[in-house]
């Protein structure tokens, strides 16, 4: 019978790397066992073919930045969010050029999440450098909403929308909103905190009875189907 070996220690010794450098070309999706990409450094293999990508390249993994269409269910947390982000539902039209891996659903961290109800845009990272982003620029970063509303809106409302009410005892910013269309308002704004455009709504006579995020900052969701991802493209910045 045939030992078992660790994939790296097998392709260490048959391209003669060594163990660092097998594990990343493991790791970048450049390995193949019998035709079948492994991404596993830790993979056993006994007489199974091994091979390596003739175009692989030995760089390490880079962090990537996911943006997510999810919906408006009560219940989506960003552990349940994370578990929908996988090949399947990844978008079509992700133009990124970014090879999927693995390993670019491991240590995501959600960034700016959606209130309760809320659907729309949603950003998982690896990346420190968006983490910090969209945290320590939270009330300087604007973030625009398409709002579905019922009622009546009273006089000088669009007014008081955009510069007026208070939130929990403080005067609110400058924000801007305007109508979209008979039912569904747009808003504009930043430092948004939970229910807070439900209570600006419900200060000039509107029920929300939806709420979706389109925007982070320069980052639009666009055209990402309900329930997909995509990759952050290289040229996008928050």
């Given at each position: 019978m045939t030992a078992t070996i660790r994939l790296a220690k097998r392709l260490a010794e048959s391209i003669h790397c060594s163990r660092r450098e097998a594990e990343l070309y493991i790791a970048g999706g450049w390995v193949m066992v019998d035709g079948q990409v492994v991404e596993e450094?830790?993979?056993?293999?006994?007489?199974?073919?091994?091979?390596?990508?003739?175009?692989?390249?030995?760089?390490?993994?880079?962090?990537?930045?996911i943006l997510f269409h999810q919906s408006p269910d009560a219940d989506m947390n960003a552990d349940a969010?994370?578990?929908?982000?996988?090949?399947?539902?990844?978008?079509?039209?992700?133009?990124?050029?970014?090879?999927?891996?693995?390993?670019?659903?491991?240590?995501?961290?959600?960034?700016?999440?959606?209130?309760?109800?809320?659907?729309?845009?949603?950003?998982?990272?690896?990346?420190?450098?968006?983490t910090r982003k969209l945290t320590d620029d939270a009330a300087t970063i604007e973030q625009e909403y398409v709002v579905q509303v019922a009622g009546e809106l009273a006089p000088d409302g669009l007014k008081?929308?955009?510069?007026?009410?208070?939130?929990?005892?403080?005067?609110?910013?400058?924000?801007?909103?305007?109508?979209?269309?008979?039912?569904?308002?747009?808003?504009?704004l930043k430092g948004v905190k939970a229910g807070q455009v439900a209570h600006m709504c419900k200060a000039v006579g509107l029920q929300v009875l939806a709420l979706k995020r389109l925007r982070i900052g320069r980052v639009s969701m666009s055209k990402l189907p309900l329930g997909q991802w995509r990759y952050l493209m290289p040229h996008e910045k928050f």
């Open positions: 450094p830790q993979f056993m293999v006994s007489g199974q073919k091994v091979e390596l990508h003739p175009e692989a390249v030995l760089v390490p993994v880079e962090p990537v930045t969010t994370k578990q929908l982000l996988s090949a399947d539902t990844r978008a079509a039209e992700d133009h990124s050029g970014i090879r999927l891996l693995k390993q670019h659903f491991l240590h995501l961290t959600q960034c700016t999440p959606l209130e309760l109800h809320a659907a729309g845009m949603t950003v998982f990272t690896q990346d420190f450098r968006v008081l929308l955009n510069h007026g009410l208070s939130y929990n005892g403080k005067p609110l910013p400058p924000v801007k909103v305007s109508w979209q269309n008979e039912t569904h308002l747009r808003f504009a």
